[in-house]
């Protein structure tokens, strides 16, 4: 046996032991992280316990971010900041608990594809980071720790 092989049966038998569970939460906090930082940047208002709140109050910085560096096609500039703010902002949520999970990751994959066709294309690297849990959940779904699974067994 070689050392390849060696190795390869090892991390196979680690990745036996970890429960897809943990999978599932960290696919789902990761995504959650991504999204609900990059909404934390996009809204205006009073922080409460460190995080802002107020996802219907798209700030000034935004708006021009859309209307000059962004500059999607087809959308005017406010509707696209309030699309992505408040949709960053709520689909972080569900995805977080686990409720409408492959519906949001859809929508997250679809932003994302947008992000990086018109917004940054010399950032696949990063959009691809972002794609593989978004892939996962879709596939997956949430998991047993999920608002999705409780909702089945009802």
Same mark, same amino acid.
């Given at each position: ?82 699309? +992505? $703010?408040?949709?960053? !902002?709520? =689909?972080?949520? @569900? %995805?977080?608990?686990? #409720?409408?999970?492959? +519906? $949001?990751?859809?929508? !997250?994959? =679809?932003?994302? @594809? %947008?992000?990086?066709? #018109? ?36």
């Amino acid at each position: 046996m070689t050392i390849f092989n060696k190795i390869d049966r090892f991390a196979k038998t680690l990745g036996d032991i970890i429960p897809e569970a943990v999978l599932s939460i960290s696919a789902r906090v990761s995504v959650f992280m991504i999204f609900w930082l990059s909404a934390q940047t996009k809204i205006g208002g009073d922080a409460i316990f460190g995080q802002k709140w107020m996802f219907w109050n798209v700030s000034q910085t935004t708006l021009l971010l859309f209307e000059y560096d962004y500059a999607l096609p087809l959308i005017p500039a406010d509707i696209a900041a309030y699309l +992505a $703010s408040i949709t960053e !902002f709520l =689909i972080s949520i @569900l %995805i977080l608990v686990g #409720f409408m999970t492959r +519906a $949001s990751a859809l929508i !997250f994959i =679809i932003m994302t @594809l %947008i992000i990086e066709i #018109f917004v940054y294309p010399e950032a696949w690297a990063t959009h691809l980071l972002w794609l593989v849990p978004l892939l996962y959940i879709l596939k997956q779904g949430a998991g047993v720790f999920s608002v999705d699974s409780l909702l089945k067994k009802t």
